[in-house]
């Protein structure tokens, strides 16, 4: 699938290495599955989290992404689907000049409570790349057919 650039890794301090390092699970997958990598007193127990809970998930690596590209996190489809469990801040975006803890906010959307557990498969890392804009001031936009139209002018809001 497409072609692939490198993405350098460290682990934090605390991290606990013998966890996997983001992984795709099949040959088409355009996410990497990032795992929680708890600190050493939550290993046990977990991280709870109520309905409506939000907590940020430590992963146990720091990333080097490449200039001209970003780390999007994303939420697994399942735990989504299953759980209510979901990024709030979707996608979250790692820049190339970061190199701090790779964490992840999670959010429990459900309506039952939900634990993280050590090595839980948490969220999805997508690299893409970034255009950056030149911004300029006019003194009016070019005319469109929807115009300034917005939410539902195409008939897509019921």
């Known amino acids: 699938m497409g072609s692939r650039i490198g993405l350098k890794l460290c682990w934090t301090e605390t991290a606990d290495r013998a966890l996997p390092l983001p992984t795709y699970q099949t040959t088409g997958a355009a996410g990497a599955d990032l795992v929680a990598n708890l600190d050493p007193s939550d290993r046990e127990s977990g991280l709870h989290l109520t309905p409506g809970a939000r907590v940020l998930v430590p992963t146990g690596l720091r990333i080097a992404v490449p200039d001209g590209f970003e780390l999007q996190l994303r939420p697994r489809s399942g735990l989504a689907l299953r759980h209510g469990i979901t990024l709030p801040n979707s996608p979250g975006t790692i820049d190339s000049d970061y190199r701090g803890p790779l964490g ?17 498969r948490i969220a999805q890392a997508v690299l893409a790349p970034v255009v950056r804009a030149d911004f300029e001031m006019v003194d009016d936009l070019d005319d469109t057919a929807r115009g300034a139209g917005g939410f539902g002018s195409t008939g897509g809001l019921a």
């Open 104 to 120: 992840v906010i999670i959010l429990n959307a459900g309506q039952e409570a939900f634990t993280v557990t050590h090595g839980m």
